[in-house]
């Protein structure tokens, strides 16, 4: 392909995880397999919400949200990766390289926002559970979550509009298994330096502001159970953050231990990436369903109310 910009370059070639030849098809039933636990698992908890009442509370409000996000966010590059393992073609349409990348970096941030959410939702009803109704208002909620939805699309359009205003080189190969925004910021020949300084800002503040609310939040429970130490308070505080704070350490857990002992930078960004799209997001209805009595309750009971309509 000739040198040019963006309007000659016509398509990128993915080339995928690196995988032996010899075990596409193990790994292509592998991650068919994990996408479709992480659809189907994320779709369950989103119906049990819906259908029990006694999960219409903030915090499954706010689990709903999540687990939509987490069908949304391996939808947006696992499908394409299979097809491209499955048919051996690795193209991908300029055009839909950009929608993969603002679409990534939509249902990234809003991960990260719909976490920091709960998190706050967990220390009003640790710290203030006498006021926690008052506080956590139904429209509190609703514009909690729309402000996530809000500020995760609109951040993610400077970042796509100014790629797509950079020319590219006769290489359109990426070394990835989808459009990341390194990876094409590599093979640009143009002058990028105001995108790297518009993702170093703006991706810093995306994450700098939902850490500093989910640590500020643990910091607050913690003090307060430590202020008067018991097993009823730290069963009652477990009960409540348990799932909540093992999402989030894997969630961040595993970008700083992949980025802290990985010894290559590709594969840190192509396991980061796994992690990111594939693993938590499966990994997400299975620790809320399992440490989760509410959950339990309504899964039995729509098996029970399954197997009556059958029965019937």
């Given at each position: 392909?000739?040198?040019?910009?963006?309007?000659?370059?016509?398509?990128?070639?993915?080339l995928?995880?690196?995988?032996?030849?010899?075990?596409?098809?193990l790994?292509?039933?592998?991650?068919?397999g994990?996408?479709?636990?992480?659809?189907?698992?994320?779709?369950?908890?989103?119906?049990?919400?819906?259908l029990?009442?006694?999960?219409?509370?903030?915090?499954?409000?706010?689990?709903?949200?999540?687990?939509?996000?987490?069908i949304?966010?391996p939808?947006?590059?696992?499908?394409?990766?299979?097809?491209?393992?499955?048919?051996?073609?690795?193209?991908?349409?300029?055009?839909?390289?950009i929608?993969?990348l603002?679409?990534?970096?939509v249902?990234?941030?809003l991960?990260?926002?719909?976490?920091?959410?709960?998190?706050?939702?967990?220390?009003?009803?640790?710290c203030?559970?006498l006021?926690?109704?008052?506080?956590?208002?139904?429209?509190?909620?609703?514009?909690?979550?729309?402000?996530?939805?809000?500020?995760s699309?609109?951040?993610?359009?400077l970042?796509?509009?100014?790629?797509?205003?950079l020319?590219?080189?006769?290489?359109n190969?990426?070394?990835?298994?989808?459009?990341?925004?390194?990876m094409?910021?590599?093979?640009?020949c143009?002058?990028?330096?105001?995108?790297?300084m518009?993702?170093?800002?703006?991706?810093?503040?995306?994450?700098?502001?939902?850490?500093?609310?989910?640590?500020?939040?643990?910091?607050?429970?913690?003090?307060?159970?430590?202020?008067?130490?018991?097993?009823?308070r730290?069963?009652?505080?477990f009960?409540?953050?348990?799932?909540?704070?093992?999402?989030?350490?894997?969630?961040?857990?595993?970008?700083?231990g992949?980025?802290?002992?990985?010894?290559?930078?590709?594969?840190?960004?192509?396991?980061?990436?796994?992690?990111y799209?594939?693993?938590?997001?499966?990994?997400?209805?299975?620790?809320?369903?399992?440490s989760?009595?509410?959950?339990?309750?309504?899964l039995?009971c729509?098996?029970?109310?399954?197997?009556?309509?059958?029965?019937q």
């Amino acid at each position: 392909m000739r040198p040019g910009n963006q309007s000659s370059m016509s398509e990128f070639l993915l080339l995928g995880l690196p995988i032996p030849p010899g075990q596409q098809g193990l790994f292509f039933a592998l991650f068919l397999g994990m996408y479709l636990t992480t659809v189907l698992g994320n779709l369950l908890i989103i119906l049990l919400i819906r259908l029990d009442s006694r999960l219409h509370t903030p915090m499954y409000f706010f689990l709903s949200h999540l687990a939509f996000s987490d069908i949304c966010l391996p939808s947006v590059t696992v499908p394409k990766m299979l097809m491209n393992m499955h048919t051996w073609q690795q193209s991908i349409p300029y055009v839909g390289c950009i929608f993969q990348l603002y679409f990534l970096l939509v249902f990234g941030g809003l991960d990260n926002f719909l976490l920091a959410v709960m998190a706050y939702d967990r220390y009003v009803a640790i710290c203030h559970p006498l006021h926690y109704t008052t506080i956590m208002r139904e429209e509190l909620c609703a514009l909690l979550v729309a402000g996530s939805w809000i500020i995760s699309c609109a951040s993610a359009i400077l970042p796509t509009l100014l790629l797509v205003q950079l020319s590219f080189c006769a290489n359109n190969v990426i070394t990835h298994f989808f459009c990341d925004i390194s990876m094409l910021l590599k093979l640009s020949c143009s002058d990028n330096s105001l995108n790297k300084m518009v993702i170093f800002t703006e991706g810093g503040m995306l994450l700098f502001l939902p850490l500093t609310v989910i640590f500020g939040s643990y910091i607050h429970i913690g003090s307060i159970i430590l202020k008067a130490p018991s097993t009823k308070r730290l069963l009652k505080a477990f009960s409540t953050c348990g799932s909540h704070l093992l999402v989030v350490s894997l969630y961040y857990g595993t970008l700083v231990g992949v980025y802290l002992f990985s010894s290559s930078w590709d594969s840190k960004d192509i396991i980061a990436s796994v992690m990111y799209t594939v693993v938590t997001p499966m990994l997400n209805p299975f620790i809320y369903s399992l440490s989760n009595r509410d959950i339990k309750q309504a899964l039995e009971c729509l098996s029970i109310g399954l197997k009556k309509l059958i029965c019937q």
